[in-house]
């Protein structure tokens, strides 16, 4: 039997719509049209799923898309033709469309639909890893650490249906002239090369360009690890001027950043009714019996484009000149023994829920650095400051990812300013929850970094 190699199957859409408005109208007709006509709605609805479809775009689905991201197109796909579904029930008054029986059916259809999409993701990694179908061929041109990691990713990974060919290098005892790896890519009829921006001088980079474009080849770029490249550039255009942004950042539209306000709002009420109700005056009794000094322990921290506000905290500390200059270390003698408990269980941090339910703050989100150390590691940190786009949060990418508290070496900060850039340029509801979900899990378990 041959196996078809390719960059993807013409008919996965195609199916993947059918099965969609086959679920749509089945289930349509099960739960409303038994007993009456339903043209209009099968019409209309259909009509609508494409188009929503398109606009999302919902079957913008690829072999490297994470699980996240197709479940956030899940639910944003439901909720427009949520809406639409009630806006037919309006038009024309359908007597089995009552509002309970519309819930029932757009939850059977989340379902169905999620467990349809699933099983297509999941069937074509079998198909990849057990039968080695639905493959693209790949060269590497590069040498260096993350070149490496794209090697073993691709070998130790053959669902995703990547089969690397070679690795090459213009540098080096082993160097290769362009004009070979572009043999050698036509020969081997290679679909997708893999450079490291950090090895290709500008000639040998449009060299490359020009050898994909006319040749119908992917060429994408593995950025240089010490200066945090941005994850994509996006491209606009005005009028027919091309435009090119450095990065993209989900929240920068405007639902997204009127969703994440409102759970911000819901989960700070309930944090606040639900724990600091009681727990403060608690924890004041215990922090005032051991030092003098108030309650909660205020500090001006930089927020969203790098203004300041004032960041609310547990006292943890005997009161000191230093708190807003030197950051806490392990076995710091200003911290008292309660304040030792409140920051080893990061119960210390829960009343920035006041900052989050002000808009000051998120509950997700890059955390914020005292205004001393913004300055200091702005002018040290590449791309330090590029975590200012948003609004800083209690827990974050960064902290469940083990680079919280202390900043021990280099190393930490720049892996913290990694994540917090991957978290701005990749954000949605779900990696919110699993970041939520993943910080309660460390407050259960504990956490080494907590001192």
């Not at 994850?231 to 969703?259: F, G």
């Not at 205020?298 to 960041?311: A, L, P, S, V, W």
């Not at 005997?318 to 911290?335: H, M, S, Y």
Request: aromatic share 14%; charged share 20%; hydrophobic share 45%.
């Amino acid at each position: 039997m041959t196996i078809r190699q390719g960059r993807y199957s013409k008919f996965l859409r195609p199916i993947s719509y059918i099965i969609d408005l086959t679920l749509v109208n089945g289930l349509g007709y099960l739960m409303f049209f038994r007993h009456e006509d339903g043209m209009n709605f099968f019409l209309f609805a259909s009509i609508s799923w494409v188009v929503i479809s398109i606009i999302s775009p919902f079957y913008e689905v690829y072999r490297f898309t994470r699980l996240t991201v197709i479940f956030t197109k899940i639910v944003k796909q439901l909720i427009v033709f949520a809406l639409v579904v009630l806006s037919i029930s309006a038009l024309w008054d359908f007597d089995s469309m009552t509002p309970a029986v519309i819930g029932q059916y757009i939850i059977a259809l989340f379902i169905c639909v999620s467990l349809a999409k699933y099983f297509v993701y999941f069937a074509l990694q079998r198909y990849r890893s057990d039968f080695g179908g639905n493959f693209r061929r790949t060269v590497v041109v590069g040498s260096n650490g993350n070149v490496n990691n794209l090697e073993h990713f691709f070998k130790e990974n053959p669902e995703y249906g990547y089969k690397l060919h070679a690795t090459m290098t213009f540098r080096g005892p082993n160097a290769i002239s362009v004009e070979e790896c572009c043999r050698f890519i036509l020969e081997h009829n290679i679909d997708e090369i893999y450079c490291s921006e950090k090895e290709l001088n500008p000639e040998q980079l449009n060299a490359l360009i020009d050898f994909a474009d006319n040749n119908l080849k992917i060429i994408k770029f593995l950025p240089d690890e010490k200066r945090l490249s941005s994850q994509s550039l996006t491209r606009d255009y005005y009028d027919y001027i091309p435009v090119v942004s450095l990065r993209h950042m989900p929240l920068e539209i405007p639902i997204n950043r009127q969703l994440k306000r409102g759970f911000d709002i819901l989960f700070s009420i309930m944090v606040m009714v639900l724990l600091l109700s009681w727990l403060i005056p608690i924890l004041g009794i215990l922090i005032k019996l051991e030092t003098k000094g108030p309650i909660l322990f205020k500090q001006k921290r930089n927020g969203f484009n790098n203004h300041e506000f004032t960041c609310y905290k547990f006292r943890s500390m005997i009161l000191n000149d230093e708190a807003d200059l030197i950051q806490v270390t392990k076995g710091d003698e200003r911290v008292t023994r309660v304040g030792r408990l409140l920051r080893r269980t990061s119960v210390d941090e829960l009343p920035q829920f006041i900052n989050v339910f002000l808009g000051d703050m998120s509950v997700v989100g890059p955390r914020p650095h005292m205004v001393s150390h913004s300055q200091m590691y702005a002018s040290s940190v590449d791309k330090f400051m590029v975590r200012h786009f948003v609004k800083p949060g209690i827990t974050g990418l960064a902290q469940i990812k083990g680079f919280r508290g202390e900043v021990e070496s280099p190393v930490d900060i720049i892996n913290r300013v990694k994540y917090d850039i991957f978290y701005i340029e990749n954000w949605s509801p779900l990696l919110d929850f699993k970041i939520i979900l993943q910080t309660m899990y460390k407050f259960i378990r504990g956490d080494k970094k907590a001192y």
